[in-house]
């Protein structure tokens, strides 16, 4: 660990310094909170300058928010291995350099009047890549930067700017689009990944690369390496298991929920937007909660009364009725509910998967539990379609809700139910 994230004690043993006394998390703060809100301002950019500048039709926009979310089911595993085997704070650098590079590239070419989809689409493509890189990179990177018991108060610090860039970030970008113009909204945010870029490059903890005894192994042995040891650890393969499901369940879910909003309960857009950005808020609660309740109440105990909690409101929204006067907030009460307990279960499981897993193994991990979650997705999204044609709206978010409580229900039967208020350490070898 770094000096900055310790002191040593009179007698001589070490303890730890307040979490944001550290200048190099301060940083790592920073500089996450302004590639999070710029990840998320250019999911809103750059469909923008596809519909004001080149006219693109439904089908055409499908596609390139397509491509841009294609790195995390492509790459999330080859992104692991790198990370194992580069200095995160490198990875971090350039890929925030990429980022910023190709939003500035996509501005000169609208500019000039270069700009067309395909252009578009590997600029999307290329921001996806980045931003899947820089996800596992910073996740690996806090846990080489803070003592283990600061690893649950980093995550919600972390998290919670997460929480406010995803709220933040599309606003931001609707807003410079508007009162600006898509080009130079794409220059002003490629700046936000600039300023990342700079705090990043203060961070002054050094990092040992992980070593591997003999030659290093090529990336496919490293990638087969991560997959064998998340399969073989309980405390990993638990949460790799819940997750697949809560994934899987929820692209179901929403996939009828969007269309039940507006054609059963009539909302306007404006109001499904509202409804719908009541998560953000009670995420930054959930990420505020996280950061107490698992060191009182216990790491078990929390993460199964909260995905039940989280998972489980959902399972209202069938029964909603009446016009939107009605409906509007009891939604807005939902999503906030399940915002708050939803980020709870995810930094709460993030500390464990950091603690449980050693430091040559962070990148692998945290890559191989993103890769079979959100693989899962578009076969959750087909089957909701499936059933909403098949049972009807509000049967299918039922049966899709039902199956969201298969998280917690993973969860509460594996030994992670019994973990105490002290997080686990990694296996032996």
């Not at 990875?91 to 500019?111: E, H, I, P, Y």
């Amino acid at each position: 660990m770094s000096s900055a994230s310790s002191a040593v004690s009179d007698s001589g043993q070490p303890v730890a310094s307040p979490l944001w006394r550290n200048a190099d998390f301060r940083r790592l703060w920073v500089a996450q909170t302004s590639s999070q809100l710029g990840e998320h301002a250019s999911l809103v950019i750059l469909p923008l300058i596809a519909v004001l500048t080149l006219n693109v039709d439904p089908g055409q926009l499908g596609v390139l928010r397509a491509v841009g979310q294609a790195p995390l089911l492509l790459l999330s595993l080859l992104a692991g291995a790198w990370v194992d085997r580069w200095r995160g704070r490198t990875v971090m650098v350039l890929a925030d350099l990429g980022r910023a590079l190709a939003l500035g590239g996509a501005a000169a070419a609208a500019v000039i009047g270069g700009t067309g989809l395909p252009t578009l689409l590997v600029v999307a493509f290329a921001v996806g890549t980045m931003s899947v890189f820089f996800d596992v990179a910073y996740q690996a990177f806090l846990v080489r930067l803070l003592q283990r018991d600061q690893l649950l108060r980093g995550n919600s610090a972390i998290e919670g700017s997460r929480s406010a860039a995803q709220i933040g970030g599309p606003a931001l970008g609707g807003a410079l689009v508007s009162l600006l113009s898509a080009p130079i909204a794409a220059a002003s945010n490629a700046l936000l990944f600039a300023l990342s870029c700079v705090s990043i490059a203060r961070i002054r903890h050094r990092e040992a690369i992980p070593e591997h005894a003999g030659r290093p192994a090529r990336l496919w042995r490293q990638i087969h390496e991560g997959l064998r040891f998340v399969v073989g650890d309980t405390w990993l393969r638990t949460i790799c298991l819940a997750s697949a499901a809560f994934q899987c369940s929820f692209a179901a879910l929403m996939t009828a929920y969007l269309i039940f909003l507006t054609r059963e309960l009539h909302l306007p857009g404006g109001a499904v937007g509202l409804a719908l950005a009541a998560t953000g808020p009670g995420a930054l609660v959930g990420s505020l909660l996280a950061a107490r309740l698992p060191g009182r109440f216990g790491y078990g105990a929390v993460l199964v009364s909260a995905a039940a909690a989280g998972d489980g409101v959902l399972l209202f929204v069938p029964a909603l009725h009446g016009p939107p006067a009605v409906t509007i907030p009891l939604l807005i009460a939902v999503n906030f509910g399940y915002g708050t307990f939803g980020q709870l279960v995810n930094v709460t499981v993030m500390a464990v998967r950091q603690a449980v897993t050693p430091d040559r193994m962070q990148g692998r991990a945290s890559a191989t539990i993103t890769f079979v979650g959100m693989g899962l997705t578009p076969l959750g999204s087909l089957l909701g379609g499936f059933l909403a044609g098949e049972l009807g709206l509000r049967t299918a978010i039922l049966v899709a809700g039902a199956g969201l409580m298969l998280s917690p229900l993973i969860i509460g039967l594996s030994p992670l139910a019994r973990l105490g208020r002290d997080l686990p350490r990694p296996e032996a070898g």
